[in-house]
């Protein structure tokens, strides 16, 4: 097991031959639950050019829930519900045969999932019990862009066709299973299509305010749910004045311009408990907030919001196709204006 204390040792560390060969050894052994899907399918959908994975992940139907309060119950958090959360947390003490990096950046593990949506999808956990609910830290965002890069970088120069994304699901109705503060990290499918990409495409890093019209989060409107994208700073490791620093400060600046948003929304539809997922790529990240953690019998977490639809079973697969993918969206989040771009947000208020 291995020791990472600092981000450029992050940056040098051959992250992807570990955590495949973890993979593969804990696949044999039985440590995880992982087989391939006997239905997965790419739908592209003509009128939005938006792309859809709908799979069938078996493991689904075994992974464990462990949430302080259920999602709907509109209930407060108590102590009572923290000590039973403790009680069975899994991120405390990770399996030996399932932790991929023992301490990194001193409060922090790296660890593969026992319940894997795909292949190699891992998790950064904090070491002590921390709360899913709340914010990022200025380094947590650091780490995961050092992580994206690193990973991205690796499978660019290997050809592969698939890349990592990061995605954090916070608070009651944002979708998660474990209460335990994690950051996941997932394989997209093979060449495909994300909308965020084509938003930051072309469009050079900026420092985001809602006064000046050109300044605002991006979107795609052709979403059904509100949604804000930002395109974050080229990292520039070749320059000598490159300060890591410098770099967290600027997450952190774009990631509390997007909570804000994530509260002026919350607050314009009475949402008392704030749930939001987030979603980072090398080059942007996004937020959606959410007031649902399902609708019908469909849940959902981030994943959605990429595309990405993970079904336990044909049901669930085929009431995913029955209500449609940008309606299930809409109703976990909040539907998007049809002059979204007209609406005023204030920035130092909410
Ligand atoms: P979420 O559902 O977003 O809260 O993500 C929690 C993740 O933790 C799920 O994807 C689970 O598969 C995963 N998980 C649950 N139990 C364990 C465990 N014992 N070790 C590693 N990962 C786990």
Redesign the pocket.
Known sequence: MSSIESIKELREFDLYDRITGMFETAESAGDLVYSESNYDEIIKDEETNLEYELKIVEALSV??NNRAVEPGMKEKVTKDHVNEVLKKN?FLK??PE?TIVESLISDYRL?????PNTKYHF?LVTKEFTPQDGLLKPIELLIVRTILENLNGKLKSIGSKTRYFSFF?SGPES????YHK?I?FMLLPENFRVYQDDVVRNVDFYLPNEIDERKGPLFYPKCSFKHSILKLAPIDLKHEDHDDEEDEDKLALLYMFLIRRVLNISKEFNIEQISYNFIMMNDWMMVVPRRSAKYENIWQ?SLGFMGIFNAKNVEIKDKIIELGFQKILEECGFKIEEQEKDVMYNEYGY
């Open positions: 992974r464990p899994p990770p399996e399932l660890i593969l999932n026992k319940y998790l699901n979708g998660y299973s474990q994690h996941q977490n």
